[in-house]
């Protein structure tokens, strides 16, 4: 298994990750997030995915304001940080090792006055999810989170925790491995899943499932 999600052949457009920020202009703001590659990895760089979605959000095709929202695997919490500047009440987790950076960004780049809008909290998929109310969001969102196999199957199980059938969930990927797709079809199983976005610049496509109540009881 790859310990980092991309292939050597793509090296060139990765220099970007081992910056120590990046900015971004995004829902009428200047955005600037700390990157820490060496330290923490995956977890504390921007990736495409999370660019294509803060694009997609910020068209306005879904309505944001005043949403519950809960973002998957933030890292930095780009995704995060965007939705609540656009209007939604986002909860921006990730595993406890990312945390503390993730919490740094977030305070970094959302106004006082908009800062309760934006919670960072611990979720490890499948772990604990009583912790967090089923189906008590209207928005779920994840950039870049389809790409350990052997978190699949908690990954599934956290997205159905999460979501009831008046939840949107959308899954910002770029497709790496035949593993990615197998997710996918999994995913099918219980959500209706439609792709509503494709960037072709950065092989990114968004994908926007919503629960299945007849399928999930099956
Ligand atoms: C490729 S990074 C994407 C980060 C961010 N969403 C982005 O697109 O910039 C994958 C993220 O998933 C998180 N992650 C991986 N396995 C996880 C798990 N089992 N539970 C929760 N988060 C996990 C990592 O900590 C990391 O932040």
């Given at each position: 298994?790859?310990l980092?999600?991309y292939?050597?052949t793509?090296?060139?457009a ?13 829902a ?6 700390s990157?820490?590659w ?5 977890a504390a760089v921007v990736w495409?995915?999370a660019?294509?979605?803060?694009m997609?959000l910020e ?5 944001l304001?005043g949403?519950?929202a809960?973002?998957l695997?933030?890292g930095t919490g780009?995704?995060?940080i965007v939705a609540?500047?656009l209007g939604a ?7 406890k090792?990312?945390l503390e950076?993730?919490?740094a960004n977030?305070?970094?780049n959302?106004?006082?006055?908009q ?6 909290s ?5 772990e604990?999810?009583?912790?967090y109310?089923?189906g008590?969001y209207?928005l779920v ?10 978190t699949?199957?908690?990954l599934?199980k ?5 979501s009831?059938?008046n939840?949107?969930v959308?899954?910002s990927c770029?497709?790496r491995y ?5 997710f ?5 199983r ?7 976005h494709?960037d072709?610049?950065r092989d990114?496509?968004?994908y926007r ?7 999930t009881?099956l």
């Amino acid at each position: 298994m790859a310990l980092v999600p991309y292939n050597d052949t793509l090296l060139p457009a990765l220099a970007k990750l081992h910056e120590s920020s990046a900015e971004f202009d995004l829902a009428n703001h200047r955005i600037r997030i700390s990157q820490n590659w060496n330290q923490l990895g995956v977890a504390a760089v921007v990736w495409d995915a999370a660019v294509v979605l803060c694009m997609f959000l910020e068209m306005g095709t879904i309505d944001l304001k005043g949403k519950r929202a809960i973002e998957l695997g933030a890292g930095t919490g780009l995704v995060g940080i965007v939705a609540a500047l656009l209007g939604a009440k986002v909860t921006i987790t990730d595993r406890k090792p990312a945390l503390e950076f993730l919490a740094a960004n977030v305070q970094e780049n959302i106004p006082p006055n908009q800062q309760p809008s934006a919670q960072v909290s611990e979720l490890t998929w499948g772990e604990n999810l009583d912790l967090y109310p089923p189906g008590s969001y209207e928005l779920v969102l994840g950039a870049d989170i389809v790409y350990l196999e052997e978190t699949f199957p908690a990954l599934l199980k956290t997205l159905e925790h999460l979501s009831s059938e008046n939840t949107v969930v959308l899954l910002s990927c770029r497709i790496r491995y035949e593993r990615d797709e197998r997710f996918l079809m999994d995913l099918k199983r219980r959500f209706s899943v439609e792709e509503v976005h494709y960037d072709s610049e950065r092989d990114v496509h968004i994908y926007r499932a919503v629960k299945n109540t007849s399928k999930t009881e099956l």
